[in-house]
């Protein structure tokens, strides 16, 4: 960065301890890793190629966890998406500055089934460029919608068309990757069902999308975007929460139902931590995939872009009461939404078992690998906004490439040099938490966004399948505008 300045000087903590901590970590880690490799093999010596693309058993063990294409079955599911300025309040009677695809907050829910091809025609009508990303979808690289990296940008006035046949079944969500800090703040988001007919069926589905706005008193979208003082914190965090752009909407549901609730957390930076009062709520799967098997919702920590997969039955001896939807993530608990229950006979349950991942690697030997690239994340002064988020010291749309290959294991690490907060999301992969601060993380599910608190070094493990050049960038949408974006390039 030119002229630009550690914001560490400027009265941020100084991190060289934990860059010592990381280093020795690591160093430990390659010697048990050598030593494992000796006892294991006698002394031969482990090839550079076998250490950094991993051990044999990992990638087989990764077989079959997700599948590595898909057939499509021919039928195609058309949708036109017109994205446009809603003129309308998100608290009536008043003007909001909303916007939105089709002038609905949120936009339409595109539900297909897995196989199908799903083919939608955006039409954009705003005064400005946009583009769609079909966060967490394995779609061919040309259809991931990243301006300069994968597409040209749709300009005002004109349109695109996408195409792709998802290969995972799951809960998904499409948004903007032009200037998202605003567009997606404004209201432009919404969920891609993807159906998968061999799961049971619950008595109810819902579809929650979390938000929060930052509205004044006039309830209009407060429209200073990526201002200092949100790349200074956590990015822009409201005070007017919503789901399904209502706030605490009200539901109602039998006693004796099952239900399966699809959370998706689209808020700029809001992190969420759902809990439902007094019942035994599970999770079923996260960020679309199906965990290995239901564990208990237990405040999940919902980051920006993170979705999960609630399972709950509504007590039979429950009629007539209110089952509070709570965020517990922040100090003050907030009612995200309200479960009335109502009074009649309680229904008979369906009951089966929940759906679950076909095949999860147990990757026991993961630690054992070495890191192949260390992301660091930090920030500077300097850049458009007064301040820049860095990968690795560059900031978007300077990168720093990291090329993976298919088909292998890799080992990444996430450093946060900084005491902010930093969702990190991969375009084009899922993969599965193996470590906090090298203490290992033993998460059976996958994950296409993990938080990573401050001052905190996170590793992941993947086999990538997709090719292309995939972005990777902090899901606090102003930390991604003001540079925290980078390229993995899979070949
Ligand atoms: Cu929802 Cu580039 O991400
Ligand atoms: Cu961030």
Not at 172 to 179: A, E, L, N, Q, S
Request: glycine share 8%; with cysteine.
């Amino acid at each position: 960065m030119n002229g630009a300045r550690k914001l560490s000087t400027l009265g941020w903590p100084p991190m060289d301890k934990m860059l010592l901590r990381n280093f020795i970590l690591d160093l430990l880690q390659s010697c048990m890793f050598t030593m494992l490799g000796v006892f294991l093999l006698g002394p031969v010596a482990v090839s550079a190629a076998e250490s950094t693309t991993g051990l044999k058993s990992v990638v087989d063990e990764f077989e079959g966890a997700f599948p590595k294409s898909i057939q499509s079955n021919g039928r195609v599911r058309e949708f036109e998406l017109i994205a446009a300025e809603s003129g309308w309040g998100l608290v009536p009677p008043y003007q909001a500055g909303t916007w939105s695809y089709n002038d609905q907050i949120p936009g339409p829910t595109l539900r297909i089934k897995l196989g199908e091809t799903l083919q939608v025609r955006l039409i954009n009508k705003l005064a400005e460029p946009t583009s769609i990303h079909w966060h967490g979808i394995r779609v061919p690289n040309a259809m991931d919608g990243v301006p300069s990296l994968t597409q040209a940008s749709i300009k005002s006035g004109s349109e695109f068309t996408y195409r792709f046949t998802p290969k995972d079944a799951g809960t998904f969500w499409y948004h903007p990757h032009v200037r998202s800090a605003e567009q997606v703040e404004r209201g432009l988001y919404g969920v891609v069902v993807v159906e998968d007919p061999g799961e049971p069926e619950y008595s109810r589905e819902w579809v929650w999308i979390l938000d929060d706005w930052l509205i004044d008193n006039n309830r209009t979208i407060v429209d200073t975007f990526v201002t200092r003082h949100d790349l200074a914190h956590d990015g822009r965090w409201g005070n007017y929460l919503t789901v399904n752009g209502q706030h605490r909407p009200g539901y109602s549901a039998k006693p004796g139902e099952r239900i399966r609730i699809r959370m998706v957390n689209v808020a700029n930076a809001r992190v969420f931590a759902p809990e439902i009062s007094t019942v035994r709520a599970t999770v079923i799967a996260v960020d679309g995939m199906l965990t290995e098997s239901a564990f208990p919702l237990d405040r999940f920590i919902l980051a920006p872009g993170n979705r999960i997969d609630v399972d709950f039955i509504v007590p039979a001896n429950s009629k007539g009461a209110v089952l509070d939807v709570v965020d517990r993530f922040s100090r003050k608990p907030e009612v995200l939404a309200s479960v009335r229950v109502e009074p009649t006979e309680a229904i008979k349950t369906p009951h089966f078992d929940a759906p679950s991942a076909k095949h999860f690697p147990n990757w026991n030997q993961v630690l054992e690998m070495p890191v192949f690239h260390n992301f660091v994340l930090d920030a500077e002064r300097g850049g458009h906004y007064g301040i820049v988020w860095t990968i690795d010291g560059q900031a978007w749309p300077e990168r720093n490439v990291v090329t993976l290959k298919t088909n292998r294991f890799y080992r990444l690490r996430f450093s946060n040099l900084s005491s902010r907060l930093h969702p990190m999301h991969l375009h084009g992969q899922f993969f599965k938490l193996i470590a906090r601060n090298g203490q290992s993380v033993d998460e059976r599910f996958w994950r296409d966004t993990v938080l990573i608190e401050g001052n905190e070094s996170v590793d992941i493990g993947l086999v990538p399948l997709d090719k292309g050049n995939w972005a990777t960038h902090c899901h606090i949408l102003e930390h991604a505008e003001a540079g925290m974006m980078s390229v993995l390039q899979v070949e």
